[in-house]
């Protein structure tokens, strides 16, 4: 009968775990580094929060323009919109709290102006650098830029009452002769305003010199003695 051995395996040193000297650790496999997939209920969820938070966001910045409207501060609008939502968390998430501070408020206020006063300009990471201006916008520009009361582009842009595009699209969606014949037009309007502005200042300055002679004349005329010589 043949003999049998049995080896038996000893658990590695602390020594034998450390990478040695012209070795490489390995890496686990792919397998064990995948991230578990989140599931369609899960995305559904953070849509559903993130539409409403846009659907009040957007209820709440057409309330603040329409109280401007009638006179109201939009700080004390803001106040007033940041305390209501204090504390009150999402229908679609009500795990997730409704975060209105007033700064927030303030900064995505002015963000809906800038955007066009549309919903998606409150969108979570909105950029609306994409976005191009047609001509029909541009033409409604170009006619603001015609008003005698505008001096620049920039004035006329925000004059717009929803402009949908930037600045910067507005200016390359203007045709090349356009854009530089507006462009003189506005300069030209404002050195024509300046000019109007130094004209005014020296009119003051002679009506006031000729004030102050008129003064001091009246006062000589009536220092003088009214009864002839004895």
Known sequence: MGTVTTRICRLPREAQLLPQKGHRLTSPPSAAREEVPTSRATQFLLRGWQCERERRLARICRCIDAGHARGKRIHEMLVNHAWRWKGRCYSADPARPIRFRFSTLRRLYYQWIKGGRVP??????????????????VAELATLCLAPETRSFSEAYRKLVAPGATESAYRYATPVRLRA????????????????????QLLGELSAEHRADAEIFSQQESKRPEGGLL
């Open 120 to 137: 998606e300009a409150l969108a979570l990471r909105y950029w609306r650098g994409s976005r191009k201006a047609s001509m029909e916008q």
């Open 181 to 200: 014949a507006l462009a003189k037009l506005l300069a030209h309007r404002r050195r024509e305003q300046a000019l109007e502005r130094a004209a005014r």
